[in-house]
């Protein structure tokens, strides 16, 4: 991986990895890392390094009165080290952990030791909820603690339901591994293994390991080879030329290879780059692109050959002769780890039989409801069989993705044939033998929120395996590749074996998942040799071209400092580039010809060379040096003396250039006489000055550069008039307008000349730029959009080209204005308006343009609120060209005093749940939602009252108060829900109860004491005395459930998640011992059944972790 910081995203850091300090208020330097921190090949071991395990438990948490508190000392490889806490926060509301080198104080000076460790604050409940947080660092004398500010927050740690805090104890585990450092260039992957890595663009290591493992079926890199591409096609926007570029490159360079060209193939920005994604989800995408632009070609068709089986869902009737099947393909297979010991115990998982009977009959055709079988076979496996290990799963408690960590081991050699092919359909061919070696295991090392991807791979199927880890390959034996990836426990060694010390066991964050297999009947087939003759001739000439290009950059940098780059610009390239490719100052440096010359090299031999280069005879030539004025701007200065020119270019450059760079910048004054012959150059006095003088035409808006002149410092300018008008192609009397070009930065300045005063009194000097045009008269001015020359520089300073895009579209670009970064917002709005036709401009709205993430920013852009164009277009210290629009149904500043909200409303009688959308003036209160809400309602009596409650994740968490604004209510995460308030409510008793009541399953995988809501919440007025038989009663007549249903279910009292079966004789009033209806997490009467509603989709991929974007490939 490689250490980056991303750009700033408009959310909230994860967490912060910092040295401790005593943070104090305000502002502090910190060092931001993202997920994947710093580079492997930055830091890189020789042999496996040393590593311990330690485990810190500290009684009486609670009442620590320290601010921090160090561990016992612990040694790894004779290095001493130390857990600090501050069980407080040290200045966050969040618990801070550090690991510290504690003989920091007595090191020599100068030392540093390099570590990569894991912190982790133990659930003493639940193991899998353990936090734990992975980084690694260079520790030295000014640095010698680091970690986590923000490990975990405090109101989660001192919560005793959590788990973190048991018997006020609290387990904090270290894993700390001690690395040798070795510099990177001393480590070569070609050398070494005969292989080269990937480059890591930031958190792209998922990427590179699926590219890695794709590259590395034979048969896949040449279909990928043979794919049609031409010489006039472009890496960066084709995907089939990117990849086999790449490809190309892994074969046959000798050093890592970027991947820049194939993510940009992709259509992603820089964010995408920094954005870690699923593997599996990768490469579904990949492979669903790459069989899309296979089409009509010769390799159509490869990637179903290659990963494509099917299988067959079937359902079968137990009493009557009827049987349903389906025939489905699939490209990946996904295989529980959770509860599943091997590869084998997932597909016996996959196959198992499902009996639909009781309330879940079939509905068979001509058969009615019908007990029935239910399952999957397989009709054939693919050659390359791709198994996604489900390592993430979402977990409904928390809300929240987990990882599955368990032990899963998986087999070198995979026979799904076996038990008599227990796992194929009737329809199978058993010719075929199902037979698969191992030919990859790719690994993700850390948890949920983060870590890093690599791939162990055996390139040739033989006993060799070797590590793909970003650019760096290393050589592996086969337990490190197979049986260290089972993930799983792993025991802490005792200290002390004589005594019988209790054994810690450790839970190993690195762990397979994903496993491809390559079938031995196919084998000689897929892994074919794959030589220069497979690769379209275009290409190799292309890449060995780059590769020759490279070699010669690299020897130009190793001998920079043996050569001086000059650059000459002539008149030329001041006619081509003024009024076209720029309109300040004079020329484009980097646009004019360069002179790569030896610094020892004399100048006067260099005037040879540029009579090669452009024909002008050394004695017609004359140089200028350019100046970098304090304002900002650049301009010949003077010409270089008889006595500079015996001077070498080194010598020269060094005079000319204060800043130390390696160029020289030179203007080359050439005379041509009237027969178009060179002349030789005039001589200079210092009475006499150079200017530069460019015509604007205001009718054309056009600005040209139309010659130089030496003129006489005390001269006017009404003396060269007739030579100017001359120049431009005037008749002989025009009268002209003269302004001095000053500077550009930040602002134009531009000021008109006295054509009655000297040049000297008029500050002219040596270089400076005068633009002339026509003069106008007060009438004709008004024809003109810019009718003189600081106008029209100030255009060209503002304008501004911005691409449109529709808020609902963010990708897909509609149209472009040419604007001013001066227009007013009212300005913009009103183009943007007539642009879309339509009538209203206050009906528009416009977002901005977030340059790191690529997309609007989320809050939209306030009615006036931005003074100017410019500003709408800032991103942090970026300017963006792109703008989102909105055309709304009412005018934004009407929107803008409106609160919009989402209410579900939940009829009394009828089942029906209906989404109003609520729009009111801001200061409205919740009592105002209510009336607008029973204008467009349906009452079971025209008296209700309607109460409106917050909803989150099948729980009642708060009734809102009439008399609340709702400026502040978020109906974005929580539901809304309005309901008529039951007559029982409105006259409890003295000891009556208003409680909570939820529906709840537990999960036969979870621990017996985890609950999961589901369904509608309710309030439930109960009685004093009232038993359980009494309340079932009435809450299945409000429920209406039929009998034999609700006769299986189960009520419990739940305190903090955890539930106490009631029996029917049991007085449920004295377990509610509270009269208000708040804390609804502390204590509900929970109804446990099986929950029949359709499950709701959580995640597109059930694998992705829940803070990712999904993985898109826009070409």
């Known amino acids: 991986m490689t250490m980056m910081t991303p750009p700033p995203l408009e959310q909230e850091d994860e967490e912060m990895l910092v040295p401790h300090r005593e943070l104090t208020e305000g502002p502090q330097p910190m060092e931001v890392l993202s997920a994947e921190t710093v580079s492997a090949s930055e830091n890189q071991q020789v042999e496996d390094p040393p590593t311990l395990k330690y485990r810190w438990t500290i009684e009486n948490f609670s009442r620590l009165n320290t601010k921090k508190l160090y561990s016992d000392i612990f040694h790894v490889v004779g290095y001493k080290w130390r857990v600090l806490i501050f069980p407080k926060g040290n200045n966050v509301d969040h618990?801070?952990?550090?690991?510290?080198?504690?003989?920091?104080?007595?090191?020599?000076?100068?030392?540093?030791?390099?570590?990569?460790?894991?912190?982790?604050?133990?659930?003493?409940?639940?193991?899998?909820?353990?936090?734990?947080?992975?980084t690694q660092h260079q520790f030295n004398g000014r640095e010698s603690d680091w970690g986590f500010t923000s490990f975990m927050s405090l109101s989660e740690l001192y919560d005793p339901s959590r788990g973190y805090l048991v018997n006020d104890t609290c387990v904090i585990e270290a894993e700390v591994t001690v690395r040798k450092v070795v510099d990177y260039w001393s480590y070569d992957s070609k050398k070494e293994t005969g292989y080269v890595g990937l480059k890591n663009q930031g958190a792209t290591c998922y990427m590179n390991s699926l590219l890695q493992t794709l590259y590395h079926i034979p048969y896949f890199r040449k279909a990928v080879y043979h794919m049609p591409t031409t010489e006039n096609d472009m890496p960066s926007g084709s995907i089939p030329l990117a990849l086999q570029s790449l490809f190309y490159k892994l074969q046959y360079s000798d050093n890592s290879v970027a991947t820049k060209e194939l993510t940009k193939s992709f259509g992603w920005d820089t964010y995408d780059s920094f954005m870690q994604h699923d593997v599996q989800e990768l490469n579904r995408v990949l492979c669903e692109k790459l069989e899309d632009k296979m089409k009509g070609t010769v390799v159509e068709g490869t990637i179903q050959h290659l990963f494509e089986g099917h299988h067959m869902n079937y359902i079968e009737c137990?009493?009557?002769?009827?049987?349903?099947?389906?025939?489905?393909?699939?490209?990946?297979?996904?295989?529980?780890?959770?509860?599943?010991?091997?590869?084998?115990a997932s597909f016996d998982k996959y196959v198992e039989v499902e009996r639909l009977e009781?309330?879940?009959?079939?509905?068979?055709?001509?058969?009615?409801?019908?007990?029935?079988?239910?399952?999957?076979?397989?009709?054939?496996?693919?050659?390359?069989?791709?198994?996604?290990?489900?390592?993430?799963?979402?977990?409904?408690?928390?809300?929240?993705?987990?990882?599955?960590?368990?032990?899963?081991?998986?087999?070198?050699?995979?026979?799904?044939?076996?038990d008599n092919g227990k796992y194929l359909s009737p329809d199978a061919d058993r010719r075929v033998r199902n037979l698969y070696t191992l030919h990859s295991v790719l690994v993700h090392s850390g948890g949920v929120h983060g870590g890093h991807y690599?791939?162990?791979?055996?390139?040739?199927?033989?006993?060799?395996?070797f590590k793909f880890d970003d650019e760096k390959v290393t050589k592996e034996d086969a337990k490190k590749a197979l049986e260290e990836q089972y993930g799983g426990e792993e025991e802490l060694p005792q200290t002390n074996p004589g005594l019988n010390n209790t054994t810690f066991k450790f839970t190993k964050y690195s762990n397979a998942y994903m496993l491809v297999y390559i079938r031995e009947s196919d084998k000689e087939k897929i892994m074919c040799d794959v030589d220069e003759k497979d690769i379209a001739e275009h290409l190799r000439i292309r890449l060995k071209k780059e590769q020759e290009e490279k070699e010669h950059k690299k020897k130009e940098k190793a001998e920079a400092h043996l050569y001086t780059i000059i650059k000459v610009a002539r008149n030329e390239d001041l006619m081509e580039q003024i009024g076209k490719e720029i309109f300040f100052d004079l020329v484009d440096h980097d646009k004019v010809r360069a002179f790569r010359i030896q610094?020892?090299?004399?100048?006067?031999?260099?005037?040879?060379?540029?009579?090669?280069?452009?024909?002008?005879?050394?004695?017609?030539?004359?140089?200028?040096?350019?100046?970098?004025?304090?304002?900002?701007?650049?301009?010949?200065?003077?010409?270089?003396?008889?006595?500079?020119?015996?001077?070498s270019v080194g010598q020269l450059r060094e005079v000319s250039n204060k800043t130390h760079n390696a160029e020289l910048k030179l203007f080359l004054e050439v005379e041509i006489g009237p027969d178009l012959h060179f002349l030789p150059p005039p001589s200079k006095t210092k009475e006499e000055i150079l200017l530069f003088f460019k015509l604007y035409d205001p009718e054309k808006e056009d600005l040209k550069f139309v010659g130089r002149l030496f003129v006489k410092s005390l001269g006017k300018p009404t003396e060269v008039f007739s030579k100017l008008i001359e120049m431009a192609e005037f008749p002989p009397n025009e009268e002209i307008d003269l302004y001095e070009e000053i500077k550009f930065e930040p602002t134009v300045m531009c000021e008109h000349i006295d054509k009655r005063i000297s040049f000297k009194s008029s500050q002219l000097e040596d270089g400076d730029i005068i633009c002339y045009q026509k003069s106008l008269t007060s009438t004709n001015r008004n024809q003109f959009r810019y009718p003189d020359v600081p106008s029209f520089l100030e255009y060209v300073r503002n304008r501004q080209v911005v691409f449109f895009r529709a808020l609902e579209k963010p990708k897909e670009e509609d149209f472009s204005l040419e604007l001013s970064k001066l227009f007013t917002y009212d300005d913009v709005v009103e183009r943007v308006a007539r642009q879309l036709g339509v009538d209203d401009?206050?009906?528009?709205?416009?977002?901005?343009?977030?340059?790191?993430?690529?997309?609007?920013?989320?809050?939209?852009?306030?009615?006036?609120?931005?003074?100017?164009?410019?500003?709408?277009?800032?991103h942090y210290n970026q300017t963006s060209d792109i703008l989102y629009y909105e055309i709304l149904d009412i005018p934004l500043p009407e929107l803008q005093g409106l609160k919009t909200l989402k209410v579900a409303f939940h009829h009394a009688i009828k089942e029906e749940v209906v989404i109003h959308i609520i729009r009111l003036p801001k200061n409205s209160t919740v009592a105002d939602v209510i009336n607008d809400l029973k204008t467009k309602v349906e009452l079971s009596r025209p008296d209700a009252e309607v109460r409106l409650l917050e909803v989150f994740y099948h729980k009642i968490y708060k009734i809102f108060p009439p008399g609340e604004k709702i400026e502040n209510i978020n109906d974005q995460y929580w539901t809304l829900r309005a309901e008529e308030i039951?007559?029982?409510?409105?006259?409890?008793?003295?000891?009556?109860?208003?409680?909570?009541?939820?529906?709840?399953?537990?999960?036969?995988?979870?621990?017996?004491?985890?609950v999961q809501n589901f369904g509608e919440p309710f309030f439930l007025v109960i009685k004093e005395g009232e038993t359980l038989t009494d309340i079932k009663i009435r809450i299945q007549k409000k429920l209406q459930v039929p009998d034999?249903?609700?006769?299986?279910?189960?009520?419990?009292f739940i305190s903090l998640g955890r539930p106490e079966y009631l029996q029917d004789s049991d007085i449920v009033s004295n377990r509610f011992q509270r009269r208000d209806i708040y804390g609804a997490w502390e204590q509900y009467l929970g109804l446990e059944h099986s929950d029949t509603a359709p499950k709701k989709a959580y995640t597109t991929n059930q694998n992705r972790h829940t803070f990712e974007k999904p993985v898109k490939i826009y070409n």
């Open 454 to 465: 690599y791939a162990f791979i055996r390139p040739t199927l033989s006993h060799l395996w």
């Open 982 to 1010: 039951p007559e029982e409510e409105k006259s409890l008793g003295l000891h009556d109860r208003l409680i909570h009541v939820y529906h709840f399953t537990r999960d036969s995988n979870q621990n017996q004491m985890q």
């Open 318 to 344: 137990i009493n009557v002769d009827y049987k349903s099947t389906r025939k489905e393909s699939f490209y990946d297979l996904q295989l529980d780890v959770k509860g599943c010991r091997d590869v084998y």
């Open 358 to 418: 009781g309330d879940n009959k079939y509905q068979a055709e001509n058969h009615g409801l019908q007990d029935a079988k239910k399952g999957v076979l397989f009709i054939d496996f693919p050659p390359v069989l791709q198994l996604q290990l489900k390592r993430f799963e979402y977990d409904f408690m928390r809300d929240t993705m987990v990882k599955i960590n368990d032990r899963y081991e998986f087999p070198l050699q995979l026979d799904l044939d076996k």
């Open 95 to 134: 618990l801070s952990l550090y690991l510290d080198v504690a003989d920091s104080a007595t090191l020599p000076y100068g030392w540093s030791r390099y570590a990569q460790f894991s912190l982790a604050v133990v659930n003493q409940i639940h193991g899998k909820y353990t936090i734990r947080k992975d």
């Open 599 to 647: 610094k020892q090299l004399p100048f006067n031999h260099f005037k040879e060379e540029v009579f090669k280069e452009f024909g002008i005879p050394v004695q017609f030539q004359r140089f200028w040096l350019w100046a970098k004025r304090q304002n900002h701007t650049y301009r010949p200065n003077r010409p270089l003396t008889p006595q500079e020119e015996t001077q």
């Open 841 to 874: 401009p206050s009906k528009i709205r416009l977002s901005s343009h977030n340059c790191y993430s690529q997309q609007p920013k989320p809050q939209p852009i306030k009615y006036r609120g931005v003074d100017h164009l410019v500003d709408m277009l800032v």
């Open 1044 to 1052: 034999d249903e609700f006769s299986k279910w189960k009520f419990a």
